[in-house]
């Protein structure tokens, strides 16, 4: 979803695209959130971990790897309050909704800090190519977003210098 969403922003993909694109943004959002509520479920009922609904649901009360399982927990708000955010865009502006389109960033950062530190599956090197994977196209898209000239602004790097004219003597008769 986060790449997606980079790719719609760097203008990237043809016009025709963006609104399919959009769609399937959205729908990987929600779906990932579907997945945290039974990624979170799962962890209610595990036998081993015994972690109760505060430690699942409030960041730093979690009894084992409390910083890396409350990164998890962050990472979600910040998924769901982006993911309710598509609603409420109108009421909000699209310059809040952009700004706040930021911290999709801190999710997917913090997202993939707890599945490194916290996941028992990802372990090793094959923690390191999963990470590898899911960061280098982010990586990418955010340089180009931020390198890429776009229409109808000035690339950060084309500055224009404007002769400065000196001031005239004011004339007095």
Do not use: C, N
């Not at 945290?36 to 209610?44: D, E, S, Y």
């Not at 090793?124 to 890429?148: E, Q």
């Amino acid at each position: 979803s986060v790449s997606l969403g980079l790719a719609m922003s760097t203008k990237l993909l043809k016009p025709r695209l963006q609104k399919d694109i959009l769609g399937w943004h959205q729908t990987l959002l929600w779906t990932a959130l579907s997945m945290l509520a039974l990624h979170g479920g799962a962890i209610l009922f595990d036998p081993v971990m015994r972690f109760g609904l505060p430690a699942v649901v409030v960041p730093g009360t979690a009894p084992w790897r409390p910083i890396t399982v409350a990164a998890g927990v962050v990472a979600a708000y910040l998924m769901l309050t982006l993911a309710v955010s598509f609603r409420v865009r109108r009421r909000i502006g699209q310059r809040r909704w952009r700004l706040l389109h930021y911290a999709s960033f801190g999710a997917f950062a913090l997202a993939l800090g707890h599945a490194l530190h916290a996941g028992t599956d990802l372990q090793g090197t094959t923690g390191l190519v999963f990470a590898a994977v899911a960061l280098a196209p982010i990586l990418w898209l955010t340089f180009a977003r931020i390198l890429m000239p776009r229409p109808g602004r000035p690339h950060a790097r084309a500055r224009v210098d404007r002769p400065v004219e000196s001031p005239q003597p004011a004339v007095t008769a």
